[in-house]
């Protein structure tokens, strides 16, 4: 379906103002389907996003300036985060005995097997949304989109 169709646009849209739209609608469907996901769990997306950061120190302590710069949405609150999982006993913080100031964030056990349990039904999710395009389509939306996105 056109984006005009799905957001029920009365007037003609720029070809420029479809595109945004259309990125914007598609995000938007993307994060609802992802959330459906998560809610069993009780997680976020970006708390989801930090768990699989920390499990890719693979056993060593991230800080929370490593976590934020590899966040998908760097606008997010690590901190608060942070402090949501912990509560949830899905990570450790602790301050760096080298330097005080330090807070160094690991994933525990628990959140090491929620993130097992969540991995076949995150790719299967994935393979369902990606799976109308062939991977000559799929790497030309890539290159498209990365394209877009550093300008």
Not at 77 to 100: F, G, I, S, Y
């Amino acid at each position: 379906m056109k984006i005009e169709d799905e957001i029920k646009s009365t007037v003609a849209l720029d070809l420029p103002k479809k595109i945004i739209l259309n990125i914007m609608y598609t995000q938007h469907i993307l994060s609802e389907k992802f959330n459906e996901i998560l809610k069993p769990y009780d997680l976020s997306g970006e708390q989801y996003n930090v768990l699989r950061i920390l499990r890719g120190q693979k056993g060593n302590p991230a800080n929370m300036c490593v976590i934020q710069e590899r966040m998908v949405a760097k606008t997010s609150n690590t901190t608060r985060l942070v402090d949501k999982l912990l509560l949830k006993e899905l990570v450790t913080r602790n301050v760096c005995p080298e330097n005080r100031r330090k807070i160094e964030v690991l994933i525990t056990q628990k959140g090491l097997d929620v993130l097992a349990d969540l991995d076949p039904k995150v790719n299967d999710h994935e393979k369902v949304i990606t799976a109308k395009l062939d991977t000559n389509e799929l790497e030309q939306l890539n290159h498209l989109l990365e394209k877009f996105r550093n300008q």
